[in-house]
């Protein structure tokens, strides 16, 4: 009698089960390393300026990976992720919360300021003059048209802001500077850049301050990369801000406007280097997104700002006005009486 003799099966091994949840928490974490870096270096493609464009959230990503890698007890990545967490955390709230205003500043007077990008004109004239001829004493503004121009001389504008620089434009091109006090403008940008800037005679101030509006070209202008474009146009105004400081002297300068650019790009941070503050990291007023890109969604992102220099600026505020995907700033900017 015969046997067969089969040799014994072999174990068939299973593939490993990938963990969603493990899945989803290292494409975050790699995804808040690549913000973290993006945000260090000088931004060289439109990729990378997205990235440094939500950096706000990056801490809220990394809690959340956090929790999930927690959830599933892989510990080192949990370690990784506090570290990340600790990191995107410590570079966000300083800017936006610790600065504090000194209750030892001396003599000022007091320059309150509205800076508007009025989307091609649309914004709505009436609220825009209500709030003018209440809260500000100079107003800097994009994107205005002529019939936006006609509009607001219309609406009284200059009944309470009697001198102005207007250079109106169609489409998002057009630039306006108005005052409650005396203008002197200063010569065009030598740059190309899309600015005005003036001189302004303030009661009691001794050293005229500059004041400057200014508009940066969109790195999606249009729907289309932009980016070396907007890369060229931010890294001049660099050189034109210093340029401001040279003209102002002792005297203070004030610049605010639609720069494209959130504090998280190191572009923009590069033009502080030449003794400027940002009017949110002096007051610690807090995150305050100023731009939506659709009706539908609330502003994400903070690209328009409020820049001094030999002052101080005491209190700054994102404000709504219907007809515009811009919140407006209000900001008080203490400019020095000696």
């Given amino acids: 009698m015969t046997h067969d003799v089969r040799p014994p099966r072999r174990a068939t091994r299973r593939p490993p089960r990938v963990s969603i949840p493990v899945t989803l928490a290292v494409v975050t974490l790699l995804y808040v390393v690549a913000a973290l870096i993006a945000r260090t270096l000088p931004l060289a493609n439109l990729p990378a300026l997205v990235l440094a464009a939500s950096f706000a959230y990056v801490p809220l990503l990394a809690l959340c990976a956090v929790i999930l890698t927690a959830a599933c007890r892989k510990k080192l990545l949990s370690m990784i992720g506090i570290v990340l967490l600790a990191m995107s955390v410590a570079v966000q709230v300083p800017w936006h919360d610790?600065?504090?205003?000194?209750?030892?500043?001396?003599?000022?007077?007091?320059l309150r300021v509205l800076s508007s990008n009025i989307q091609k004109g649309e914004v709505d004239p009436t609220a825009f003059i209500n709030l003018a001829a209440d809260s500000a004493d100079i107003i800097t503004m994009s994107e205005l048209t002529a019939e936006a121009a006609a509009r607001f001389r219309e609406g009284g504008l200059r009944r309470t802001f009697p001198y102005s620089i207007l250079v109106p434009r169609p489409g998002a091109g057009g630039m306006g500077l108005w005052s409650r006090y005396p203008l002197t403008a200063l010569a065009p940008s030598k740059y190309g850049n899309n600015f005005i800037a003036a001189r302004v005679r303030v009661p009691g101030v001794p050293d005229d301050p500059v004041v400057a509006s200014v508009h940066l070209v969109s790195p999606l202008a249009g729907g289309a990369n932009t980016f070396i474009e907007w890369d060229r146009q931010i890294t001049a105004a660099k050189a034109e801000f210093a340029d401001y400081a040279e003209i102002a002297g002792p005297a203070a300068v004030i610049i605010a406007g639609d720069f494209n650019a959130t504090p998280?790009?190191?572009?923009?941070?590069?033009?502080?280097d030449v003794g400027y503050r940002d009017a949110v990291n002096q007051t610690g007023a807090g995150f305050s997104p100023t731009y939506s890109p659709h009706p539908a969604i609330p502003p994400l992102i903070t690209i328009d700002h409020v820049l001094t220099r030999n002052s101080t600026a005491q209190s700054i505020r994102a404000v709504d006005i219907p007809g515009t995907d811009?919140?407006?700033?209000?900001?008080?900017?203490?400019v020095p009486r000696d």
């Fill in 98 to 110: 610790l600065g504090r205003t000194s209750g030892t500043a001396p003599p000022s007077a007091e």
């Fill in 264 to 272: 998280d790009m190191r572009q923009f941070r590069d033009l502080l």
């Fill in 326 to 334: 811009h919140r407006a700033l209000l900001a008080t900017v203490a």
